[in-house]
């Protein structure tokens, strides 16, 4: 049975850091892995989708990484701003997408 | 298309009614999925659809729960005699075949149960 566990649970970091949130994953058979952002009482919004066959993907400040093989996923974020603060949740894919728990991140002005 | 669509938004229901949540997936999807989202926890799978064909049902959906996808278009997630318990965030997602090219969540619906 799947599992994925993001580590910590929550972050508070000053505004204008560089920050990584990790995930991690227990079964590597997965076609791909991707990042989602909630805010509070919201929906959630795909951040990157990274294909089980690459090694990372970019889009602006932030950049995912995948190294299937040892069941981990990093997502690291540039530069942070206080309109960064949400809750990041890292999924994997395959029948369906499992999620982890989520990372709590706020940035203080 | 807009992406994925919930509606209603919010549905505020007393113990014991009965309820029915709608989803309209992006059209050209033929993957359905409902999942239940309690504070401070991800996500949790209850069922997923190809087409019309109901595929898989998680443990979480009890016999109160029932889903359809008639004509392998939009959704329905009823849930009878709702509990306290019940409340929380379904969120509903579509995806072309196996989400190989990613999983498009919807808005949810939040569902308090009084």
């Known amino acids: 049975k799947q599992e994925v566990t993001q580590i910590p649970a929550a972050l508070s970091v000053p505004e204008g850091e560089n920050l990584v949130l990790n995930c991690s994953f227990t079964d590597s058979a997965i076609y791909n892995l991707q990042w989602f952002r909630q805010d509070p009482g919201k929906g959630l919004t795909s951040l990157l989708l990274i294909q089980s066959s690459q090694r990372e993907q970019t889009s602006g400040r932030l950049n995912a990484s995948l190294d299937k093989s040892s069941g981990r996923s990093t997502l690291y974020i540039a530069a942070s701003q206080p309109g960064d603060s949400a809750t990041y949740l890292c999924?994997?894919?395959?029948?369906?997408?499992?999620f982890g728990s989520g990372t709590r991140l706020s940035i203080r002005p | 298309d807009t992406g994925v669509s919930q509606n209603p938004r919010h549905k505020i229901t007393k113990r014991g009614q009965n309820v029915t949540f709608r989803c309209d997936p992006i059209s050209e999807h033929n993957r359905l999925y409902w999942y239940r989202q309690t504070l401070g926890q991800g996500p949790e799978f209850l069922t997923y659809?190809?087409?019309?064909?109901?595929?898989?049902k998680s443990r979480l959906l009890s016999d109160r729960f029932s889903a359809e996808r008639p004509k392998g278009s939009f959704s329905t997630l009823e849930i009878q005699r709702t509990e306290q318990g019940d409340s929380a965030m379904y969120l509903c997602?579509?995806?072309?075949?196996?989400?190989?090219?990613?999983?498009?969540f919807g808005s949810g619906t939040r569902l308090t149960v009084v």
């Open positions: 999924a994997v894919s395959a029948s369906k997408i499992i």
């Open positions: 997602a579509s995806s072309l075949a196996q989400g190989t090219y990613g999983y498009t």
């Open positions: 659809f190809q087409n019309e064909a109901q595929l898989e």
